[in-house]
């Protein structure tokens, strides 16, 4: 039945290609069509299908931290360019023109804040700066955050949205796996809360480290979750994958992820998750 429904859905979409970009919204899922004004409203999840579009780190400070304020840290810490990286941009010229898209310098913001009255300190990273990925800068950001829950004393909040490591930055960005474990283990042994959220997409070397070793994890519905990508997964060990693999809902089903959370109920799942590991 399938290739019936694949049909029916391309020629849905062919019906709504002249609709003004930006009034409208469609599904990447599911092909529904939805207001854009309706979208903010549902947070940007399809009212259809469940699923999630990605939005900008502000939006989730907003929906997350109390008052959406966050007391921001280490704000102009940059990337050099250890390696004299060239593809087909300098390395220095993509960290400027992801400054100017972003409005930030790096991409992951740092801070303290509260969620329902209890501190925290919390990090999240931005998909728009260079697909999230984790330079040494990034890594050195998110291990001052756990190193600032460490010293204050707070519970660590992280939403990971990565492509993975940043290869502009060789080894020194593979360097950072290794630089937040080992700080996690140090936060771990304090017995102080680390929760780490996931959203679309979370994969490779941010997932390998500190968005694979919280203390719970919860994760959006349909996120892509992973390491390698299929492809290169599947022509390694010459063995077809399973249906669904690397999404949230086979993550669940294998104990990867702890609970799946609609963004509608983030900031009330984390206060319940909080309240219940942490007293302060
Ligand atoms: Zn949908």
Redesign the pocket.
């Known amino acids: 039945m399938a290739w019936f429904r694949k049909d029916k859905s391309g020629l849905a979409q062919q019906e709504k290609k002249n609709i003004p970009e930006g009034l409208w919204t469609k599904?990447?899922?599911?092909?529904?069509v939805v207001y854009g004004k309706k979208m903010e409203e549902l947070l940007w999840v399809?009212?259809?299908?469940?699923?999630h579009f990605r939005i900008a780190s502000q939006r989730y400070i907003e929906l997350l931290l109390d008052d959406g304020k966050l007391e921001e840290y280490d704000i102009n810490l940059t990337s050099k360019d250890p390696l004299k990286f060239k593809d087909s941009k300098k390395y220095p010229d993509r960290i400027k023109a992801a400054q100017l898209k972003t409005g930030k310098k790096e991409g992951v913001i740092a801070g303290i804040s509260s969620i329902n009255d209890i501190r925290v300190s919390f990090a999240i990273m931005n998909f728009e700066f260079i697909g999230g990925s984790m330079g040494s800068v990034v890594g050195e950001k998110i291990a001052r955050a756990i190193e600032r829950a460490i010293e204050m004393e707070l519970p660590l909040i992280i939403i990971s949205c990565s492509g993975g490591a940043r290869m502009q930055e060789g080894i020194l960005s593979l360097m950072q796996m290794a630089k937040t474990s080992a700080l996690l283990a140090v936060l771990a042994e304090k017995k102080i809360p680390y929760i780490s959220i996931l959203t679309n997409p979370t994969t490779a070397g941010v997932m390998a480290s500190y968005a694979s070793l919280g203390d719970v994890i919860i994760a959006e519905p349909k996120a892509l979750l992973g390491f390698a990508g299929p492809r290169v997964i599947q022509q390694t060990i010459g063995q077809d994958l399973p249906e669904g693999f690397q999404s949230t809902e086979f993550f669940l089903e294998k104990g990867f992820v702890d609970k799946i959370v609609n963004r509608k109920d983030l900031r009330s799942t984390v206060t319940s998750l909080l309240r219940f590991m942490w007293s302060n």
């Open positions: 599904c990447k899922s599911c092909g529904e399809c009212p259809n299908c469940d699923y």
